[in-house]
């Protein structure tokens, strides 16, 4: 068992309060997995308009990452945070009480941009805290709380989505707040000192002082294995717009579809511990290649389930163990690829993956499920996330040795 279980030793109590607040700050993420139904339900948007408005959302996300890299980077970690948070928060609540379209959708936007600026902040919070040879791991922890958290939320979500809408957003809004302040006040600053970047860059051949914050975009294979990430995060992210609409449209109420969600939560939680042991034995690109069949298989299993729950718990559960593989070992890769002095910019420039998935998953999702059916997208899913697990063994380092990392 001790080959298998994740040692906790050696890692810093700042670790163990970013993961508290982290699983503060998921307890209360109702909304983007509603956020369709709403918009549907209650706004009673057609399926194609919804979806540009989620994509909105994305293509805030998509633009939040450069921003929160470079506060990270430039103002230092804790205030950082501080205003990523105060301002998520407040997008949260606006989002709940706009009404129009052109209001809905701006506010969309604005929520993206706000809503995901801490997440370059926290990343390379964990680089600062963590010598390499760690990082999977406390990663790995990083992610379980965030799946601790996700799960409950999701399971009291349907409920409260039955009651009020507006719950969801006053809720998320104020975890979020609570979030920033458990960190402003409890956490140190982590960000490294002028003299430890100095040291750094003369010992890094990138030079990245000379790079400035365009460091991660001149760096190829980091860029290729963004791309990568992005595919594989926009065949994921169908599970945020497209799943819940085709479970509705199957028969499959809010409650169930919160049961649902809330299973790869709970099998996160479960499994995740034990995976890390396993994956650790593997190539990085190997298990990365691993996580986006799985994921890719298990969105195309919804299109063989027709309203009915055990195959969609089926695909539940293939898509969660691809998650498992895939989500503690990025970051981790991520944080060995960036210098020292750029550790927000690049968690930042990572971020486009997912905030350009957040984007294009519902505009792409949508669309072809409104133009083609929803048996050709979730057949897409599962050649796209092959394609990307060719290209992850092919990019993917064993192991970035960069002095200072």
């Given amino acids: 068992m001790s080959r298998i279980l994740p040692s906790v030793s050696g890692l810093p109590r700042s670790l163990w309060l970013l993961c508290v607040g982290i699983f503060v700050n998921r307890l209360g993420g109702f909304v983007v997995p509603f956020l369709a139904i709403y918009l549907t339900r209650v706004r009673n948007l057609p399926v194609e308009r919804a979806g540009v408005i989620v994509s909105l959302l994305g293509l805030g996300a998509f633009a939040s990452g450069p921003i929160g890299g470079h506060l990270a980077d430039r103002l230092g970690r804790r205030p950082a945070l501080a205003i990523a948070t105060a301002l998520g928060g407040s997008a949260m609540l606006a989002m709940g009480f706009v009404r129009s379209i052109p209001q809905l959708a701006a506010t969309a936007f604005v929520l993206g941009v706000c809503g995901d600026l801490y997440r370059p902040t926290i990343g390379a919070m964990v680089a600062d805290l963590v010598p390499s040879v760690d990082r999977a791991r406390a990663y790995g922890f990083m992610y379980w709380a965030v799946n601790l958290g996700f799960s409950a939320s999701l399971m009291c979500a349907g409920f409260l989505?039955?009651?009020?809408?507006?719950?969801?957003?006053?809720?998320?809004?104020?975890?979020?707040?609570?979030?920033?302040a458990i960190i402003f006040v409890m956490v140190p600053e982590t960000k490294p000192e002028a003299a430890e970047l100095r040291a750094g860059a003369q010992t890094n051949d990138k030079s990245p002082i000379k790079k400035g914050g365009l460091a991660p975009y001149q760096d190829a294979r980091f860029m290729a294995f963004c791309f990568l990430s992005l595919c594989t995060a926009t065949i994921f992210l169908q599970g945020q717009m497209t799943m819940p609409l085709d479970l509705r449209a199957n028969g499959i109420s809010n409650q169930e579809f919160g049961a649902l969600l809330s299973l790869n939560g709970i099998t996160i939680v479960l499994v995740q511990p034990f995976a890390a042991g396993i994956t650790d034995r593997f190539s990085r690109g190997a298990v990365l290649a691993v996580g986006a069949i799985l994921i890719g298989v298990g969105m195309a299993t919804c299109g063989v389930a027709h309203g009915r729950v055990p195959i969609y718990i089926a695909a539940v559960l293939l898509f969660t163990f691809g998650e498992i593989a895939n989500a503690p070992v990025t970051p981790s890769v991520v944080a060995d690829m960036a210098p020292t002095a750029h550790r927000g910019a690049y968690q930042g420039a990572y971020q486009f993956s997912w905030g350009g998935g957040t984007f294009l998953a519902p505009f792409l999702g949508s669309y072809v499920m409104s133009a083609f059916g929803a048996g050709v997208l979730w057949t897409s899913c599962a050649f796209v996330g092959l394609l990307a697990?060719?290209?992850?063994?092919?990019?993917?380092?064993?192991?970035?040795?960069?002095?200072?990392?």
């Fill in 161 to 180: 989505a039955e009651k009020s809408f507006t719950l969801l957003f006053v809720g998320d809004a104020l975890t979020t707040f609570l979030f920033g």
């Fill in 389 to 405: 697990a060719v290209g992850f063994v092919i990019v993917t380092p064993a192991r970035t040795t960069i002095p200072g990392s």
